[in-house]
């Protein structure tokens, strides 16, 4: 569904540069989400957020940061002290209340020059 | 920490035949389980979820069970087409904290 974009679709990053990922929702959702994606691997949470001036680490926040100035966007920095951000990046939004299914973005795959 | 462990890893089908897969969750609080396609290069979607209070759902082709005794719940698809090959995730959920199996990525041949 097209209700989430994010951009760009693929970015490369260079050593100690931090880079900013792109997440845009038209759904009215309230709660938002970031996941990387590694080969073999699930989607490991990085941070969520549940409204507008709030967010919550996930599993994997280190090295990674995010705000929520507006609903309808939750940008991801992957900042220096990541030392391995090369994976594929997906943004999820999801409507208020627990446990609500989540709609994804087609994500953005990170590399580093 | 908490984890979702996911079998197998990889499954191989001839059209016309069903195929399972089944996790297992270590958080007993998960009270939420969806079901997640996805097809090469193209975002994970939706494709059936159970809560706690229930057991068993199916939707078509799809169906999903859940023992929340012996947290474990598994996603059966029958009659499966060529169309279904791709990776599914399973994942459990406590309020917004999401955790995702490995994915198990499934083959039907033609």
């Known amino acids: 569904d097209g209700g989430i974009t994010q951009s760009p679709k693929y970015l490369f990053r260079k050593e100690g540069q931090n880079v900013t990922l792109s997440c845009e929702q038209n759904?009215?959702?309230?709660?938002m989400y970031w996941y990387r994606q590694d080969p073999g691997q699930g989607l490991r949470l990085i941070y969520y957020?549940?409204?507008?001036?709030?967010?919550q680490k996930g599993d994997i926040a280190e090295g990674y940061s995010v705000s929520r100035e507006k609903k309808e966007s939750f940008p991801l920095t992957v900042t220096s002290a990541q030392k391995n951000p090369t994976a594929f990046y997906l943004c999820a939004s999801s409507s208020s209340g627990r446990n609500q299914p989540q709609h994804f973005g087609d994500g953005t795959r990170l590399s580093i020059l | 920490g908490e984890n979702v462990e996911q079998h197998p890893s990889t499954l191989s089908v001839q059209e016309g035949d069903s195929a399972v897969i089944k996790c297992t969750y270590s958080?007993?609080?998960?009270?939420?389980f969806p079901w997640y396609k996805q097809e090469l290069g193209k975002r994970p979607q939706l494709i059936i979820d159970?809560?706690?209070?229930?057991g068993e759902k199916k939707d078509q082709r799809i169906a999903v069970t859940l023992n929340k005794t012996a947290k474990h719940f598994s996603l059966h698809i029958t009659e499966t087409q060529p169309e279904d090959s791709a990776v599914y995730f399973c994942a459990a959920s406590e309020s917004f904290k999401t955790i995702f199996g490995a994915g198990t990525r499934l083959f039907v041949k033609a």
């Open positions: 159970i809560r706690s209070n229930v």
């Open positions: 958080d007993s609080a998960s009270n939420y």
């Open positions: 759904l009215n959702h309230d709660a």
């Open positions: 957020s549940q409204i507008v001036n709030d967010f």
